[in-house]
């Protein structure tokens, strides 16, 4: 099955991973982990992924539950429980803890959205939570629009408990808005 895996600080990846339906979570994890190593693992042809083979589950070894915990879609994983329920395709699988919560599939959570609507990344849309986020090319920006001519962090937006909003441009991002340049500004 197709599943991207994701780290903290790090570009996500996609992996097809084949695994018997008993192998278990901490197995998963441990294959991850590899994955996380950059351990060689042969590539998705024409998908800039890798391929992840699991040993049967007769041929493993047991694992203790002192390795990393498997997150799939937001959700730990018991480690010495099957996988074969919780895997499928399109899963978003993580190892750290710091994140693994986040990953959570379906409904995105956030009152306040932003919404792409013109060039590259048209129609995407981001609900942003109280906080900072921030929007531009980077991969681990809130809001990434895959366009080479936009900095990797390009406008940060700031909601606080009370509902204002700040878009402030980030250093060295010319930002406009019907073509006037747009500096830090407040709203609420």
Known sequence: MRVTVVREGAE????????????????????????AQRQAFP???????????????AAASEKSS?????????WRCDPAAPVGTVLRDGARLCTDDSIGTFMSSGEPTGRYEVRVCGGPGAGRVARLPIGHSTLGSASTSTLMVDDHELPASAVGVTIDIKGRVEIAPQQGAEVSLDDEPWSARASG
């Open 43 to 57: 590539r998705i042809p024409g998908a800039g992924g890798s391929v992840i083979s699991l040993p049967s589950h």
């Open 12 to 35: 996500a990846q996609d992996a097809l991973i084949a695994v018997d339906e008993n192998a278990t979570a901490a197995e998963v994890a441990e294959a991850i982990g590899r994955l």
């Open 66 to 74: 002192g390795g990393p915990a498997l997150w799939v879609d937001g």
